[in-house]
């Protein structure tokens, strides 16, 4: 709250995220907006489609309206970089996967090898009711988006390792596009040609 000094009465904050399609990135923004607005600020909401300029043509007329603060989930990480020489007396909190370089932002959220660790807690919590066949081991498969980047595969070491702990095994790691539809037909598949081996699937991105 000690940085919003330009709007005393009603502090101006700035909302930026990154995809019109992202379920997550709705429920991300109507949660940011309903929690704000209750808090007293006003809010500007902007959603930047998975487009890079135009996010960063959004950014740059937030901080031409003068807003106290901007939350941001970057539709790539270079954004950052663009933007935080702009935004030198306005305070950017990024929201989402915790970018490489983070620069002079804040961070709020888990990077994916918390996820990793939390979705692996939580198998190990309900293995008695994972382990479906009663074998020991939890068969399961990994989704994961188009791209083989670094993140990504050090997402799927992390889901393992974790899973080690309680007997896992991996029987397929699927590379979807990132729709609902190219899911749902990935698990189809899946279930289809693994049957009662296939005891859990991971989504691990998009």
Partial sequence: AGYFTKGILSPKVGVCLS???NTTAQELGKALRDK???SGF???SRNSENNREKQVQQIKELLEKGVDALVLQPVAE????EILPLAVETPVIVVGAEPENLGDAYFIGCDKDQQARAQAQLTEQMFAKTDINGDRTVKYMLLVGPEEDQETVRYVQNVEEGLAAIAASALQKAAVERTEEAGKTACK?????YGRDLELIFCGDG
């Fill in 19 to 21: 995809g019109v399609g």
């Fill in 36 to 38: 704000l607005t209750l």
């Fill in 42 to 44: 006003t809010v500007h």
């Fill in 78 to 81: 270079d954004v950052l970089a």
């Fill in 189 to 193: 598949q899946a279930i289809s040609k």
